[in-house]
């Protein structure tokens, strides 16, 4: 186990957002935060990078509390890639060169600069690495952001509807990415998403929101049409095609 949310409550002033939040995820895991807007998945994110403070509980990578943790080594542990990434006057290289950031001592080594490398061919970015990001669609800023984190080779990956302006190609590939990832570096991955489509085809574990509240926790196998209907809403059917779930609504 290598990531641990222990009974964390967060607050905005009176209003209550969160209300103890419990779940672990192991290293090579995914998983996948789902529940209607507005339920507290962003925030909890933020709560899991100390970007905002819980106002109870704790957030432990390997058993360390990230609150007793200086902000360098939080980076170190935790990539975070926020819905919206920032835009700024700077090269697609030098984007995902901050990554390297927490890593980097008094200069960039020949190492941080091969690690970059790798990372914008993983992730097709190569021929566009001297462009500005600020000239970059959104689906484009989205894989250059998604590709900065894992430049930065973190044991915890936190990404907030990482597909969200991704056409289904795209969607596709930098999902495969992040499983390959995972994977093959032993990080845990926590990610939000609304497609419960693609949530079911890549991620191992499901933690379903609603109202601040986890209402229920389960592997991919255990998702069933009571679950959505319970968080949602809405009634679907569970049908599977070559093996694979599919959630399609009556």
Sequence with gaps: MILQVNGVHFRYKSRKVLNDINFSVNKGEILAIMGPNGVG????LKCMDMI???SVGAVLVDSADISKMPKQEIAKN???VAQRGDVSRMTVFDAVL???KPHIGLTVSENDYKIVDAALKRFGLEDMQLRSIDE???GELQKVCICRAIAQEPGVLLLDEPTSSLDLHNQLEILNIIKNVTAGHNTATVLTMHDMNLAL???DKFVFMKDGEIRDACNAQG?????IENIYGVKVHLEYFKGMPYVIPV
């Design 201 to 203: 085809r890549f991620a």
């Design 223 to 227: 998702v069933t049409p009571e679950i």
């Design 41 to 44: 998945k962003s925030t909890l």
């Design 78 to 80: 935790i990539g975070y």
């Design 52 to 54: 905002l403070k819980p």
């Design 136 to 138: 970059l669609s959104g």
């Design 98 to 100: 901050l990554g390297r």
